[in-house]
Each structure stands twice: as C-alpha cells, then as structure tokens.
C-alpha cells in the first residue's frame, strides 16, 4: 500500500505541505508507554505533539488511557495533558483475577476515529496493535490518510499493511525524549503498574 521510501522515511516539511491537511492525533497511552520502555526512555510529551503535528493544522489529540483514581502522581500527569494541547480519554484500570490490571481502549480509539471522519484529512495513530487495523481500513476507505506511529517490535503487521505510512519509534526518539536538564517533570507510570498490562499485538 506504500512504497519503502514512504514506510522507512520520517516527516520532511514537503511531505507535510502536500500530502497530510488538517491531522488528527490518537495516542494509545498504554502501547506508547511499553514502547518507550523498550527504548529506554522517557517522552516529552510537548516534543511528542509538536513532532507528530509537524507543522500540520491540528484538529486535535486524543491521549487514551487507564487510571488509578487514586494515584495523585497520575491524576496530576493527565491535568498536565489536559492543559498542553491532549483531549485524555480515560477508563478506570479493572484488578484482574491474577492481580493485574487493565483497560482496554481500542473501542474508544476506533470510534473517535471513525466519528471525526470528515474533519480531518490525516489520522496518526500511535499504537502497534492489531485490533485497530479494521478501524484503519474502515477511515481509509472513507478517504482519510493513515499514518501509524509505533515500535516495530511490538507492531502487527496486520496494522502496518492496511496504513498508508509507518513510522518506527527508533527512528523518531531523539526528538521526542526528555533530557536530562529538564526540570521536574511526572513520572505518571512506574513499576506499580498503573498502565493496563500490556498484551500481544497481533
């Protein structure tokens, strides 16, 4: 669906101004998070919007995750995020038999997705999982273009090949990560596992 340049390539300001119009964010929180851990660092979420936006119009972005109402650390991160440019779409995390917990937010995603069509031209999604790949087709299909944004180690390609772009993580890391000489900055996800757990993408 699109040729080795497009699919290794990141943004250029001329890929931006011809081919993208007005974009649409959907950031699946929890991927993200697992993704940046695998990388071995940790997001400038400010970096991140300014990076996946790319000088586009930006209709908006959407951060989907789990919540613990009870951990201040979080609740702070997300007000964070409600206050820098993100729309947070939240679930309560649900305590599983084995002592895990988890939200699932594909269904979320995908009917944002599919309910915004027609306002945007661009959908980037921020997710290797291959549950969203119909809703992908399906917003395609409708005329919209499809950029995912993901660690491909942790990608289906079910998700990759009904995109019209793929952009790995890896390639993207050094503009998106804090640095060192930042000030305080909230660690929202630590080893308490306050993140839905993460599952097998395909």
Partial sequence: MFNNLERDSVFTPEQVLVNRGRVAIFIDGSNLFYAALQLGMEIDYTKLLCRLTAGSRLLRSFFYT???????????????????????????LVQLPDGS???????EIAVDMMALVGSYDTAVLVSGDGDLAYAVDSVSYRGVRVEVVSLRSMTSDSLINVADRYIDLENIKEDIQKTPR????????????????????D
Avoid at 68 to 88: A, I, S
């Fill in 182 to 201: 930042q000030g305080y900055t909230y660690r929202p996800f630590s080893a308490i596992g306050l993140m839905e757990d993460h599952k097998d993408n």
């Fill in 101 to 107: 917990k988890k939200a699932n937010l594909d269904v």
């Fill in 66 to 92: 789990g919540v613990d109402r009870t951990n201040e650390k979080q609740q702070g991160f997300l007000l964070w995020m409600r206050r820098n440019g993100y729309r947070v779409i939240a679930k309560d």
